[in-house]
């Protein structure tokens, strides 16, 4: 059975007013429907957002359907899509316009709207909250792509999107509980008239922040990416007679006493018999010791540029260009320690060669050449370290 804010079949109960003779703050209860209707009536900015979103949907459905954050992004699609039908500024409109006017009779709408206000309350909450989670698992995916440098373009415009619907639907989440909780005040007050809205023996949340489990917000996001490890706790040992590593060595103890056969503990080995043993054993070569730099000399070649000579900052025309990317691709396929582009990964390289490789095929003289490889050394390189 689903729960009832999660039934979109659930119709709204009669509108209906009884006359109350208890005092009952009218003017605060006013007070709070304004603000949900002047919150909930600009919310423009997140509508545009949702219509954007459903066009990247449309754009990326070939590139990205396989992509985990992809379908974290066609979740969020599908949540925003719920809010929009649910229209739960049309109901608290409704509940508003019965609420009385100063100087007239007490005639308050009956407890079973007000329930009725506060279901569609928690189920606009859970579609935020749904949103606030899945934006941001999609959003870690895209940022991996951009640190990665794959398809940074197309990963970019999803990213500051998904941030821009983070944001506003935390801000809603952060309302709506506490529309909740000013709401829920007037339940008892409020006259129960014809039938239940509720099933029996259902119960609105109290604590609806608890319930909700808001403050845990940031941790649904988060992915367990490894295993946990077993915890190993050193009581077992202690506790378990059986396996006790003192009763073990005692035991063993005890069989050494035993044996005849076996030697005695105290028993002291004279030094023609130590020195019989080391003579039977074998002579082990340890060779003979040389310098770093003489070990270094078996592995130097002549085909490997010099450590001093391959440097950016020798980088002055297009031939020195052309000879300082052949050098950097030679010492990357060998893994070689004097790449200055070792801390890159593939993807990275690739852009900041075939920038390179642009800036090499332009028009431009020395000096501007100079200039934009430093330029683009500073921005695709050294700013990854």
């Not at 957002?49 to 070939?62: M, N, P, T, V």
């Not at 909780?181 to 099933?199: I, N």
């Not at 490894?226 to 202690?238: A, R, T």
């Not at 310098?291 to 002549?302: A, G, L, P, V, W």
Request: aromatic letters at 10%; charged letters at 30%.
């Amino acid at each position: 059975m689903l729960d009832i804010w999660n039934d979109c079949n659930l119709l709204p109960p009669p509108i209906c007013t009884t006359l109350h003779t208890d005092k009952i703050d009218v003017k605060k209860l006013k007070h709070i429907f304004h603000n949900i209707i002047n919150i909930l009536s600009r919310q423009s900015p997140l509508h545009k957002e949702s219509a954007l979103l459903s066009r990247f949907l449309y754009k990326f459905d070939k590139k990205f359907r396989n992509d985990i954050g992809y379908r974290n992004f066609k979740k969020v699609n599908t949540a925003l899509r719920k809010y929009l039908s649910m229209n739960l500024l049309k109901d608290v409109e409704s509940f508003s316009s019965v609420l009385p006017s100063s100087g007239e009779e007490l005639y308050l709408p009956t407890r079973q709207m007000l329930q009725y206000i506060l279901i569609r309350i928690i189920t606009f909450s859970k579609i935020m909250f749904r949103t606030c989670v899945c934006s941001k698992q999609s959003a870690i995916f895209y940022m991996d792509r951009l640190k990665r440098g794959e398809s940074h373009w197309m990963s970019l415009m999803p990213y500051s999107l998904l941030s821009r619907i983070w944001s506003t639907s935390l801000v809603l989440l952060e309302h709506s509980t506490s529309w909740y909780t000013d709401l829920y005040k007037y339940q008892d007050k409020l006259v129960l008239k014809g039938l239940d809205l509720l099933p029996s023996g259902y119960e609105l949340p109290n604590d609806f922040q608890t319930w909700l489990d808001l403050d845990n917000i940031d941790s649904y996001g988060k992915f367990n990416w490894s295993i946990e490890k077993q915890k190993f706790d050193p009581g077992i040992l202690e506790n378990d007679e059986s396996d006790n590593i003192l009763d073990y060595v005692k035991q063993i103890n005890e069989e050494y006493a035993e044996n005849d056969d076996l030697p005695e503990p105290d028993k002291v080995i004279s030094e023609e018999t130590q020195l019989a043993i080391i003579e039977e054993l074998p002579v082990i070569d340890k060779g003979e010791t040389i310098s770093r730099d003489y070990f270094k000399k078996f592995f130097k070649t002549e085909s490997v540029p010099d450590k001093n000579s391959h440097t950016s900052a020798r980088v002055t025309n297009k031939s020195s260009l052309q000879q300082f990317l052949k050098n950097e691709e030679s010492l990357r396929n060998d893994g070689d320690d004097q790449s200055l582009t070792k801390h890159l990964s593939f993807m990275q390289w690739q852009v900041l060669k075939s920038s390179l490789e642009k800036l090499n095929e332009s028009l431009a003289n020395n000096r501007k050449i100079e200039r934009k490889f430093q330029k683009i050394w500073q921005e695709k390189c050294l700013d990854y370290i």
